[in-house]
């Protein structure tokens, strides 16, 4: 859109169920500029009709400059991404199964992924099948295990993972391999990790990957959503 997120909107509607209508159905193309919002999946039916509230995502799509608010879906209550690439994004208040505000695989790049919910299963922030997470902030996420990250596979670099219920990092339940490099994984409830995927990170308690520390990070202005380091 010409006039970015703040003004203009593409509204579903919810809840999740029958009548439900999903914001955007991506098979190619590019989406930028705009608030996707009050979306949802039904309960039923093919991955395609239960899956991605807010946006469903294929091979080419690419996702930018968008906020993805306030959806609900059986599974992956903001996006389901089928290889696609979500840059610059705000995740929030999504609710879904299996991926509260993403699940799939491709590229997440500089999002901040926040207060979305996986109430039965795992992966509030993201549950990571494949591809990368990149240069993101997952915070305060909820899910029963793995309430920042769930991987089953993927891996996530430069992240900054956060104030998370249910475990910061964990395995989801079929698990075949996962990374996490170059990351903060702290303050996360009960724990930080299940999963110990992680090298040149900064968690607690410590990780049995090289090149790890855990001394709690330093930030800048946290009520300013400033999470650089001092």
């Not at 208040?93 to 919910?117: K, P």
């Not at 039965?120 to 920042?148: D, H, Q, R, V």
């Not at 990092?169 to 303050?187: A, F, L, P, Q, T």
Request: some cysteine; glycine content about 20%.
């Amino acid at each position: 859109s010409m006039n970015g997120p703040a003004l203009t909107r593409i509204v579903g509607q919810g809840p999740k169920g029958a009548g439900a209508i999903r914001g955007v159905f991506m098979n190619a193309g590019t989406l930028s500029g705009f608030t996707i919002t009050n979306c949802a999946t039904l309960s039923t039916g093919s991955p395609q009709e239960y899956q991605g509230g807010g946006v469903w995502m294929e091979p080419t799509a690419v996702l930018t400059n968008c906020h993805v608010r306030g959806c609900d879906g059986y599974q992956a209550g903001g996006i389901l991404l089928g290889g696609g690439t979500v840059v610059n994004c705000f995740i929030a208040d999504n609710s879904g199964d299996y991926g509260g505000g993403i699940r799939g695989y491709g590229l997440v790049d500089h999002c901040v992924i926040t207060r979305n919910v996986a109430p039965g299963a795992p992966g509030g922030g993201m549950l990571i099948e494949g591809g990368y997470i990149k240069n993101c902030l997952i915070i305060s996420n909820t899910a029963s295990f793995g309430g920042g990250l769930a991987f089953y596979s993927g891996t996530a670099i430069n992240c900054t993972i956060l104030n998370n219920s249910g475990v910061g990092i964990s395995y989801g339940y079929s698990h075949v391999g996962g990374s996490v490099i170059n990351s903060i994984v702290y303050d996360n409830t009960p724990t930080n990790y299940t999963a110990d995927l992680m090298t040149f990170s900064c968690t607690w308690p410590a990780s049995g990957g090289g090149g790890c520390i855990t001394s709690a990070p330093r930030f800048k202005a946290v009520a300013a959503w400033n999470y650089h380091l001092l």
